[in-house]
Structure formats: C-alpha cells, structure tokens
C-alpha cells in the first residue's frame, strides 16, 4: 500500500475487503461462465462490477473484457438517476442504451441493487453481449446501418424484477423482437443470478465486518486507486503529445480517410485528453458514443499501470474532451454497433502511441504480447 495513503481502516481489513470485493465480482464471472447461453458470452464477452449505491464502481472483474473498461458506472448512474426514490429490495434492471454511457445495443446490463436493514447499499452489475438485438440482420450488426433503428432493440433503464416478481411481460415484449428469444432470457437468467451469487457474498462481509465498516471500505478502495494512480503520475514528466488515426471512409461520402485526433497532456498528477478536430459522426455503423470513447481512454491508460486495480478511483485522474456529435461522440439516433471496429480501437492505438513517448519500455513490453 502507498505510504500516501491513510486509511480509517487498520490495515489488515482494509486489504481482505479490498481483496473481497474483487473475488466477489470474479465469482460473478464464474456463474455466467456456468449458466449463459450465449456462445460470445460464454467466450468471455462480458464484464461485472461491484457499484456503491451512487453508481460509482468500487471493482471490476480481473479479466473483464476491455471494451466495457469504465461504462459501467455510467450505466449505474443513469439507472438511479431515473429511477430515484422508485428501487426497492428484490428489484433488478435492465439498459443497453449506448447514449447513456453504454457501448452498443448487444452489451445489456443487468442491475441488482443490494439492500441492508432497508437501506440500499450497493449495485451489483452484469453486462453481457447478447449475441442477437433485432435489427435489420442477424446478430445486429448492420455495417450499412445510420441509425440505432436498424440495429436492434433500445433498452432505457428497466425494471425487469420488481420487490422480488418478475416481469415476465415486460422480458417478452423484450426479447420478442430480437431473434432467438429463448437464448436471450437464458443469458438474461444467467446475469441476474450471478448478481444474486455477488449479493449474497456483499452481505456475508457486511455481516461478518458491520456496514459501517464495508461502506468505508467502498470510499477507501477508490481513494486508494486515486491517490496510487496519482503518486505514479507525479514521477512522470509533464508534457503535450499529440497524434491521429483514421476509420477508412465515410459510405455516404467515398473514399477520404476519417481522422480521429487525441492530444494528451500529463500535468503533475492528472490526465486530460482532448479529442477536439476529430471527425463528424459518419453514415455507418462505425460511430462510438461517449461511453465507448471514455472505455478506449481508461482502458488505454489502464495497459500502463497493470498493478493498479480498476474502480471509480482511477477514472478520477482522465478528463476529456470529446466533441458532440462527432464519430467518438455520436448522439441518438446515430448507429454505433461498431464502435470497437471503429473509434475504439483508434482512440487504443493512439493512446499506445501517445504513451510510448513517455514510458517507451512499458510500451515495448505491450506490443511484443501480440
């Protein structure tokens, strides 16, 4: 642990929560591992957090997939921002909305507030790629698609468990206009329980540690990523590095090459991007939203400090700009089913690039594992 950092917690608690708090997401993987029907899920396309009950990620799994790398607490958030006062024990929730901090209309999020002694004090959080959406084509991935119409099912936050009942006519009018409906609430089934697997290990630490203590717990984790991430920054150098990549095309306008610029600037202990000249959003599929940006951000930076756990601590240290309505800031109804095709692995390589000029060694070790 970081000598900068001064926890209310003796030592010896702090590590075994922080520790649990990671197995408890891991154990969500396992269960979807066991129980998805989803052949891409199954193959690790998914990720779970632990989310403290403003919607801030307090953990996310160790092997999570990288494109999902910092939505989850928008998700959360837009979540208990419509639904407020409106949540109750046994209630889970569904969104897919990319223009709400999600990445595309295939990663669905499954959400299940935890409750103690009749006070909310956590969300626990599934997202999985269902491997159909509707959509014009199978799979919904429509590469002619200029708008969300064509590639699937939008799905605003949603209750699909409500005080413990499931909806069931809500799950059908659902999954009625997707194709292989009895695979999606397979998957659907699958994410809920894990949830439930994560609750139930959240609450045996609450009983075993008192609340008090595990909602400190929750605090600390992030202070102690933030002020980690922090002290390694300060032993960079300050400095302005800029770089572009390119998507191809446009199809509605031919050949001409689509550039997405990021500028990073390190100063003392904070990261700011800045994506300003980039692009307009184009006529395909090809488009991100601003949650799958940021992922490409976070996950970017993230490559660099692989000592560092992932929680809400670590986003704290990356501003950015990312101009409305351009390819890494698509708005509705704008299509963004392949945003990891397009803007996402772009903004990747550019951080890559930009970083190599600071820790050269660090990105020598990167590209020599693939």
């Not at 950092?5 to 708090?21: A, C, H, M, Q, Y």
């Not at 659902?174 to 089934?189: A, F």
């Not at 390190?266 to 307009?280: F, M, P, R």
């Not at 101009?323 to 890559?352: H, R």
Request: aromatic share 10%; net charge negative; with cysteine.
């Amino acid at each position: 642990m970081e000598k900068t950092f001064e926890s209310k917690l003796d030592p010896v608690t702090f590590e075994v929560l922080k520790n649990g708090f990671s197995n408890l997401v891991d154990q969500m993987a396992e269960q979807i591992l066991r129980t998805c029907y989803s052949f891409v899920i199954y193959n690790r396309d998914f990720s779970n957090a632990l989310c403290d009950a403003e919607g801030n990620t307090i953990m996310q799994g160790t092997q999570d997939i990288a494109v999902h790398v910092g939505t989850l607490h928008f998700t959360a958030k837009a979540v208990l921002e419509d639904f407020k006062d409106d949540i109750h024990p046994g209630d889970v929730f569904l969104i897919n909305d990319p223009y709400r901090g999600g990445t595309h209309f295939n990663d669905v999020r499954v959400l299940r507030p935890v409750f103690y002694n009749g006070e909310m004090i956590a969300i626990m959080q599934s997202c999985g790629h269902w491997a159909d959406m509707g959509g014009s084509v199978p799979g919904s991935f429509d590469v002619s698609s200029k708008d969300h119409y064509g590639e699937g099912v939008l799905i605003p936050p949603t209750r699909i468990w409500h005080k413990g009942e499931y909806l069931e006519d809500v799950a059908n009018l659902l999954v009625s206009n997707m194709r292989v409906p009895e695979e999606r609430l397979g998957d659907l089934r699958a994410q809920a329980e894990a949830t439930k697997v994560s609750e139930k290990e959240l609450l045996r630490l609450v009983e075993k540690y008192g609340v008090d203590t595990v909602l400190t717990a929750f605090d600390e984790v992030q202070d102690y990523v933030e002020k980690l991430a922090r002290a390694k920054l300060r032993d960079l150098p300050n400095g302005t590095w800029e770089t572009v990549d390119y998507i191809d095309m446009d199809p509605e306008v031919g050949d001409g090459l689509i550039p997405i610029n990021v500028k990073m600037t390190i100063e003392d202990d904070q990261i700011y991007y800045d994506l300003e000249g980039t692009h307009d959003a184009i006529g395909c599929f090809l488009n991100s939203s601003f949650g799958s940006a940021y992922s490409g951000l976070f996950a970017g930076t993230k490559t660099l400090f692989p000592d560092i756990p992932l929680n809400s601590g670590f986003y704290r240290v990356i501003k950015a700009k990312l101009p409305e309505g351009s390819v890494v800031n698509a708005k509705w109804p704008v299509a963004v089913t392949g945003f990891c095709s397009g803007p996402y692995e772009k903004i990747m390589n550019a951080c890559f690039e930009l970083w190599s000029h600071v820790l050269p060694e660090r990105l020598a070790l990167i590209w020599n594992t693939y």
